[in-house]
């Protein structure tokens, strides 16, 4: 099984116009290689549009639906409309 996650050696820091995602931590120490899933399931769940875009160029399609399928932190609701969004 190939590795989805990103490649890149330093990920840029989570943009300040998505800090309300994180209200729980401090995002500015949210590392986006290793905090992949929490970063997936927060948007999947709480995110909009833009937020999801914001993911979709920095993590493979593949890890985001791997993420969708397999979190138990994602609500059936959200699953729901991001698996209709990804067909």
Known sequence: ?????PQSKRPSPVPDEFYYLFWDTD???IDLKRNDRYVIERVLE???????K???MIYPTGLIIET???SR???????NF???WFE
């Open 1 to 5: 099984m190939s590795d989805l996650r």
């Open 27 to 29: 995002p500015k120490r």
């Open 46 to 52: 709480v995110g909009d549009l833009k937020s999801l």
């Open 54 to 56: 914001w993911i979709q």
């Open 68 to 70: 969708l399928k397999t």
């Open 73 to 79: 932190k994602i609500s059936h609701k959200s699953k």
């Open 82 to 84: 991001w698996a209709i």
